[in-house]
């Protein structure tokens, strides 16, 4: 089953994913196929496992201050930078609209 | 015209009290250099996993208990994705399933009329309490067009509140925000400051005729004290009820609150319906807690947090302090309103009660009426008094042995205030504002007053 191009966009536009070419889409569906396969197991009153962690114990750690005042090694890896300020655009810019962009879906 | 019913749900994000942040070990701390409270993780480097600060959870179980919820014994992490600048990660780490604490209530109080007088208490329910990260902060430089993002709060404790939609005006959410903030100064989870962010108070606001479904909600942001959210949630229902009045619709967005304008005004669009692909924290086993039952009979005391341990540690509640004010000093409920709502002042009160032979029933008028008005006059806080509780109580003896009137004990105040180290004692001397007590003397004064004023004595004789 393929998947439809409007779920395609919204994940271009969620994830900044490009699907790039049919192959990408292709490995998508493939993927969801092989999920699926999940549903053939039947699960009636069995308890959902959303982490291989659940029986390990989630470790406390003690409020002291370890880490942090590194700003010098931080900020190295920025590409503008003003005083110790990370610099970003002046909000999000929002992916174009799937007319607007250059994307392989558009001529799905 | 068929009325209105204004609904309001408030979503409160307190900063918790902490040393250290919620999953890394960099330091909390308000206004430092910029980045330099960042860890690798805060910064989200690559191969940096989160460690849950025991504190933390203490503060999440503290707040849950002392606000009647159920301590979920599990709870879960989960990642809420969005892009944003502060948020370095691309996804914040919440509680979106299986939160720590559920089903609460909080009690709080309302004036009748502005009248303090009649108090009515009200209650609000508490649909539960997540522990979730803080972003860190964007500087929007308009000139340059661009963003400065300081990290230092990423990634901060905070414990957000939601409430279910049970309040239906301004005042009602900014009583309950206040006592809200009450409490979690009491129990120290949160510092709870408006001001600097600690307790920060998004309001959703609908209006519906009564019986019919519920409106469409606008969700207001930018609110920075009680006061505005009290503005902000009344202006919101007004602009609301006037657009449907005249026939228009309400649009499901978010606005912000115009202190200066005290209006709302909308938010540039967040990208529209924003779809946060929530998914399990995979990084994060459960969050286990127990109590005196549960408790594993090996286990590190330090990896254990225990609920019914914590519960038994908890300070009076504002509530249970007023009741036991009341109840001490026979003053009245609505003073000990006055008096837990300002800073150190129940401490002063006391402070003065204890010194003094004044009845406290008598303290609590001087302390409500004539201190709290002069440090309102000076903007000064309790603990900033040029008059302390002793010299309080020094004045208020004098008063109450009826050596000076209670006219010259305000002048005596008056001096006092001034801070030039005198006494009341030295004050009621140096300006002769002792009462006489020898009948004699009196005697003398009256009958020197009437030998002073012969032709208006003789009028008053003859009638």
Known sequence: QPVAVEVLDHLEQLALVDFRDAEGVERLRKAIQFADQLHEVNTDGVEPMDSVLEDRCLYLREDDVTEGNCANELLKNAREKVEEYFVAPPGNIPLPKLEERETFLQGS | LAPWVPVVGLEIHAQISSNSKLFSGSQVQFAAPPNSLVSFFDASLPGTLPVLNRRCVEAAVMTGLALNCSINKKSLFDRKHYFYADLPAGYQI?????????????????????????????????????????????????????????????????MEVVMEPDLCCGEEAAAAVRELQLILQTLGSSQAVMAEGQLRVDANVSVHHPGEPYGVRTEVKNINSIRFLAKAVDYEIQRQIEELENGGTILNETRAFDSKLGCTVPMRDKEGKQDYRFMPEPNLPPLILYD??????????????????????????????????????????????????????????????????????????????????????????VKESPVSSFMMADLLNLLERKEISSTAAKQVLAELWKGEGKTPLEIVKEKKLELIQDQKELEQICQAVIDGQENEVIMMVLG
């Open chain 2, 292 to 381: 005196a039952k549960s408790l594993p009979a090996n286990m590190n005391h330090q990896q254990v947090v225990n609920i019914d341990w914590i519960h038994e540690r908890l300070p009076d509640l504002p509530s249970v302090k007023r009741a036991k004010l009341v109840e001490q000093y026979g003053i009245l409920p609505e003073h000990s309103f006055a008096l837990l709502n300002e800073d150190g002042l129940t401490e002063f009160f006391e402070n003065v009660v204890k010194q003094t032979q004044m009845k406290p029933k008598k303290v609590i008028g001087w302390i409500l009426n004539v201190l709290l008005s002069y440090l309102k006059q000076h903007s000064l806080t």
């Open chain 2, 94 to 158: 919440t509680q979106q399933r299986v939160p720590i604490a559920v089903n609460g209530s909080l009690s709080y109080s309302l004036c009748i009329d502005n009248k303090m007088s009649q108090m009515v208490t009200k209650t609000v329910r508490i649909k539960q309490i997540q522990l979730e990260q803080d972003s860190g902060k964007s500087l929007h430089d308009d000139r340059r067009s661009q963003t400065l993002v300081d990290l230092n709060r990423a990634g901060v404790g905070l």
